[in-house]
């Protein structure tokens, strides 16, 4: 009698259950762009031997965002036409953006775009430049502009295969990396990797918001010679995507782990058909990205999501202070190497940023220049169907190579522009996958009883 009454609660209760209304959450984006190409005669970003200021446009530099929002968590996605993401930079478009559309992560992405202007750098501490105040006061009219444009979306992926740029790491017969800038002949290269991944956001009605081309390679198509303000093959690629569906969505270029990856006309000069060039590399990127967002099929999230993390990992500078200090004095004079010891950090936190959306779609950054081959793992290791990975997010800490491409030196990999100690890229990826798994639920902060 005891147990038959019991059942009957029970059966009463799942039928009461059943019949509650589920709340879920909406998966809601909007999208904005705003122009943020500076006055010309600035100095200009990348490359040590341009000495002369900035001197026309040859194309429009942009901030493109996309907002996101599921129940009360929003995030978004803002990528710029520029060579680095700087620390003033990410506090004040994070600050602004919380306070006016509550926005709980602000995720930033450079282009890594030579041919821009080059943001104030940290130290030694100066006003921030009149350029980038405006800049940022653009794109932070930008977000809100985003928000206030929600609209129910869904989602979808879906891959390709690009080749239009090597390594430029080639490891010779002693096991040893020479410098390998420029590659017209097109020869195969390894690691490289030609994956196309594009993301595409859709309104409820099926019409495209926004299509997010993730693809590994440097925009160093231009050389130094370049005086002109553009966003090198990047721009190419996102107006070509924008055309081929009539400009209506916004087209987003997301780098991916490009520290060791050029295009195959790098550096060309502008007497050699430099433009062509530049404008080729982005066409073959762009046509792949339309032939593949056009396949998509999105969907609607039976209940939407948005997780996000960002973690500090510590690491210690990869060389030998003193050491730099002295050579210094040595090659330049004691007072260029007080100014350098001074501005020199032995110790750094590095932001490791993974978003996971709808439990399905995983991001993961790496704040600098990050090698292929990081990339790659992380699509391997990642435990949810689509992966994508982001460099030159958060701040620039310098190229971050893989522990064997550090023994093997050359540039980027065992140079002056490598600041982080070897073995920190490793640990980045390791961080991402144990987030997302936490975030899958799949990982507790409480024990098993068996």
């Known amino acids: 009698m005891l147990r038959w009454f019991a059942l009957s609660l029970l059966t009463g209760w799942l039928a009461l259950v059943s ?20 006055p010309i005669g600035l100095p200009m970003y990348g490359y040590r031997s341009r000495t002369s200021p900035s001197q026309g446009v040859l194309d429009p530099l942009y901030a493109r965002v996309l907002a996101l929002e599921a129940g009360e968590t929003r995030l978004a996605i803002v990528t710029l036409d520029l060579g680095q993401v700087t620390k003033p930079w990410l506090e004040r478009l994070r600050e602004s953006a919380r306070k006016s559309s509550r926005v709980g992560y ?14 104030q750098g940290e130290c030694p501490p100066k006003p921030m430049p009149d350029w980038e105040a405006t800049a940022l006061e653009k794109i932070a009219k930008a977000i809100d502009e985003a928000y206030q444009r929600l609209v129910p979306v869904q989602l979808g992926t879906g891959y390709g295969t690009a080749y239009i740029g090597h390594n430029r790491l080639r490891v010779n017969a002693e096991g040893m990396a020479t410098w390998f800038e420029r590659n017209p002949t097109k020869i195969p290269t390894f690691p ?3 994956t196309v991944a594009a993301l595409r956001v859709d309104r409820a009605d099926g019409k495209p918001l926004a299509i997010l081309v993730n693809y590994a390679c440097h925009p160093v198509v231009f050389r130094w010679d370049n005086l002109q303000y553009s966003a090198d093959y990047p721009g190419v690629m996102t107006k070509v995507v924008e055309q081929a569906f009539d400009g209506e969505p916004l087209c987003f270029f997301l780098p991916g782990a490009a520290g060791d990856i050029n295009p195959y006309f790098a550096v060309t000069p502008l007497a050699q058909d430099a433009v062509k060039l530049r404008d080729w590399t982005g066409e073959q990127l762009g046509q792949e990205a339309i032939r593949v967002a ?6 609607a999230a039976p209940a939407a999501s948005l997780d996000f993390a960002e973690d500090l990992l510590p690491a210690r500078l990869r060389w030998n202070a003193e050491k730099i200090r002295q050579e210094m004095i040595k090659s330049r004079g004691q007072q260029a190497a007080d100014e350098y010891a001074a501005c020199l950090k032995t110790e750094f936190q590095l932001p490791v940023a993974t978003v996971l959306i709808n439990k399905q779609i995983a991001f993961m950054s790496m704040p600098g220049e990050p090698f292929v081959e990081f990339q790659m793992n992380w699509r391997q290791r990642c435990p949810v169907p689509d992966a994508f990975f982001l460099g030159y997010a958060n701040g620039s800490f310098g190229y971050l190579p893989t522990i064997q491409a550090a023994t093997r030196g050359g540039y980027g990999a065992a140079t002056n522009s490598t600041r982080v100690e070897v073995g920190a890229g490793e640990r980045m990826i390791d961080h991402a996958v144990v987030k997302v798994y936490e975030m899958l639920g799949r990982l507790r902060d409480l024990p098993a009883e068996r």
Do not use: F, N, Y
């Open 294 to 299: 056009k396949k998509i099929q999105t969907r």
């Open 19 to 38: 019949q509650t209304p589920v709340h879920t959450a909406t998966l809601k984006g909007g999208v904005a762009r705003v122009e943020i190409t500076p």
């Open 192 to 194: 490289v990797d030609p």
């Open 106 to 119: 602000v995720m930033v992405v450079a282009s890594h775009t030579h041919s821009g202007p080059a943001p």
